[in-house]
């Protein structure tokens, strides 16, 4: 038998080992507890922890933008077509075209319907032997009076902007963006620009492929609701009408000339302004047309012809042109004009 001495030896060894043991299953339980016990060890819905989540850099939402302030004055015009092949051109190159009335063309924004191309190529949509079909195509070069004029943006969306097909729109763009002058109308096309911290959003809109739709209200709502999220004031030009000297009333409903829709000038504007616009200007018809202030803000239904060498059919109310000058809050609403 083993001695007393022996006998302590071996219940020490075995006190030790049960230790042990225990020891080695706290450690795997407090381990498991770490990976699936709620909050421990931070977990995310316990309160070891109390750390203030934050977004990631790239999310983070902006400081809010300070309202801007002040006014924006806007000058506005209808149709121009300073000559064309083989109608004519000025004797000048169009040097001085524009300046019975550049004293009238003032203000932060100065726009304008450019009724036609500015270009050398492309062919016309007329093709040969029509007489009742008209395509205008100014040199390029007449572009820096429209900006010697005071000019800033001018729109495209109109029947006459594809004249020479794609190559003459692509020089049309070309020699506004040479001279600096902003364009807008094309499909998705919105032409920005900032006045004294006042952020300006223009759209044009006509009844046809190569514009925005004048005929598709809830996507020019989508549109301007668009424009409107980023920019103070959203301005609209619509190119919409019967022509010809009796069509100087707005009619309520959908109109047509010649079989083609043009629009309903009434609904359309109307519904633009509730989506976020604050001016819409109007050309087409070649005549002025009667004015509305809805929902505080101004609607000019058309301005009539501005300015043509010898392309405008003239007389009566197809004469009467004008310039619209308007002063707008920053936010849009319609001061005076």
């Keep these: 038998m083993p001695g007393r001495d022996e006998r302590r030896a071996q219940q020490r060894r075995r006190r030790l080992r049960r230790q042990r043991a ?13 990976f699936t016990l709620p909050g421990a060890f931070g977990g995310q819905d316990g309160p070891a922890r109390q750390e203030t989540a934050r977004p990631p850099a790239d999310t983070a939402a902006a400081a809010p933008r300070p309202a801007a302030t002040g006014v924006l004055r806007l000058a506005a015009v209808g149709d121009i077509v300073m000559g064309s092949p083989p109608y004519g051109l000025p004797a000048d190159g169009g040097a001085s075209f524009f300046a ?6 003032k203000g932060d924004v100065v726009l304008g319907n450019l009724e036609g191309t500015l270009a050398t190529g492309g062919s016309s949509k007329c093709g040969s032997g029509s007489s009742n079909c008209y395509a205008f195509k100014t040199p390029p070069s007449y572009a ?4 010697r004029a005071g000019f800033t943006v001018m729109n495209l969306a109109n029947n006459h902007a594809m004249d020479y097909g794609a190559e003459g729109q692509r020089e049309t763009v070309a020699a506004l963006d040479r001279v600096g002058l902003r364009h807008f109308g094309r499909p998705g ?20 492929p190569w514009a925005n739709s004048l005929t598709d209200i809830p996507a020019a709502r989508r549109l301007v609701a668009a424009a409107a999220r980023d920019a103070d004031v959203v301005i609209v030009m619509i190119h919409a009408g019967a022509e010809g000297s009796g069509q100087t009333r707005v009619p309520y409903g959908a109109e047509t000339f010649l079989g083609e829709p043009r629009g309903d000038s009434r609904a359309f504007s109307h519904a633009v302004i509730d989506a976020g616009a604050d001016l819409v200007v109007g050309s087409g018809p070649h005549v002025m047309r009667g004015m509305e202030v809805y929902r505080g803000r101004l609607v000019a239904y058309s301005l009539g012809n501005f300015a043509g060498y010898k392309v405008f059919g003239l007389g009566g109310t197809l004469s009467t042109s004008g310039v619209l000058q308007v002063t707008l809050a920053a936010d849009g609403r319609f001061r005076t004009g």
């Design 189 to 208: 096309e919105t032409a920005r620009l900032q006045v004294r911290g006042i952020r300006v959003a223009l759209l044009g809109f006509a009844p046809y």
């Design 100 to 105: 019975p009335v550049a004293h009238l063309l």
């Design 22 to 34: 225990l020891l080695l299953v706290a450690l795997l339980v407090l381990v498991a507890g770490a």
């Design 144 to 147: 820096q009076w429209f900006r």
